[in-house]
């Protein structure tokens, strides 16, 4: 776990694209309908920007909770997931087993969603912000009073585009309408709460509150299916729910460490971005950990 990987390098296998965290590979001859090889790094980014150093082991816990939920969830909506076994991976990818092993999937390449599915089960982030102007969030409207990280009367959809660099930017129900069509909208909605639903009873049972998540979906031959990642530290607020304490901000199981640390320097959130000191590092690869052991019951 000691090993750090900010960078793939799979010569012969085309890098369809790079992501803050991860990289991602066509596999196969037809760019347009091979299989796609997803490989999670140890990047992480705050603000933003990408960090100059990774976080240990974060592309394995990232992969291994995917692959976790993808199982548990397999009855409620299937997934976009082939295989995680680099010895069933086409062979060409067997020479890059090192970079491979244990932070990569194979999936189907999916016709992906322009929109991000979130839910919200409290009020926090950005929706705690959006609360506090209009006592709304995207649009729907909240019962008066609430406080910060404030359990909903019941868990919301609030859709967020997709932004190629930069944040999300949170729109209604109408917008994302209009984006998808009425149909797609209400269905996404529908499938995005009941996995919420299952999620959250499920790690509740584990000792941890899912304040929030976000979800993609793409079709395949007909098919909407669950792609991405799921459920991880990167995608959601993990709260330790012995620890909850509604009226402020929670301690979490993410890289709040990182953005607080940087919070204290004296840098515009511009690239490039500072260096971390190693007990941030250490902090946040072990907040990453302990939260994969808590919802798993497993060591890495």
């Not at 082939?82 to 087993?97: C, E, G």
């Not at 999300?168 to 909605?189: H, M, P, V, W, Y």
């Not at 299952?198 to 929030?212: F, L, V």
Request: hydrophobic residues 35%; contains cysteine.
């Amino acid at each position: 776990m000691n090993t750090v990987l900010t960078t793939t390098n799979l010569p012969g296998i085309e890098r369809v694209a790079s992501g803050k965290v991860r990289d991602v590979y066509s596999i196969g001859p037809d760019p347009l309908s091979s299989d796609l090889l997803i490989v999670a790094t140890d990047r992480i980014s705050a603000f933003d920007c990408i960090l100059p150093q990774g976080i240990p082991g974060k592309g394995r816990v990232l992969t291994q909770m995917s692959l976790f939920w993808f199982d548990l969830l397999r009855g409620v909506i299937p997934n976009h997931l082939i295989t995680a076994d680099v010895n069933a991976f086409p062979s060409q990818l067997h020479a890059y087993r090192d970079q491979l092993e244990g932070r990569s999937m194979l999936v189907k390449r999916c016709r992906m969603e322009p929109v991000e599915c979130v839910a919200r089960g409290y009020v926090s982030g950005s929706g705690w912000k959006d609360y506090r102007r209009t006592g709304a969030i995207c649009g729907i409207q909240l019962p008066a009073g609430l406080h910060e990280s404030d359990r909903l009367p019941e868990p919301i959809f609030t859709p967020a585009t997709k932004a190629e660099s930069g944040h999300d930017e949170n729109i209604s129900f109408e917008a994302a309408e209009s984006l998808i069509g009425r149909q797609t909208a209400a269905l996404l909605r529908d499938v995005t709460l009941r996995i919420y639903g299952k999620a959250s009873a499920y790690a509740e049972s584990r000792g941890i509150i899912i304040a929030d998540t976000k979800f993609e979906f793409g079709w395949n031959n007909g098919a909407l299916l669950l792609a991405d990642e799921v459920l991880t530290p990167d995608s959601s607020r993990f709260w330790p729910r012995s620890e909850y304490a509604p009226g402020g901000p929670q301690k979490s199981f993410d890289k709040q460490f990182v953005r607080d640390y940087l919070e204290t320097l004296d840098w515009n959130k511009q690239p490039p971005a500072p260096s971390l000191p190693s007990d941030v590092i250490e902090k946040t690869a072990a907040k990453y950990l302990e939260a994969y052991t808590r919802l798993t019951g497993h060591a890495l």
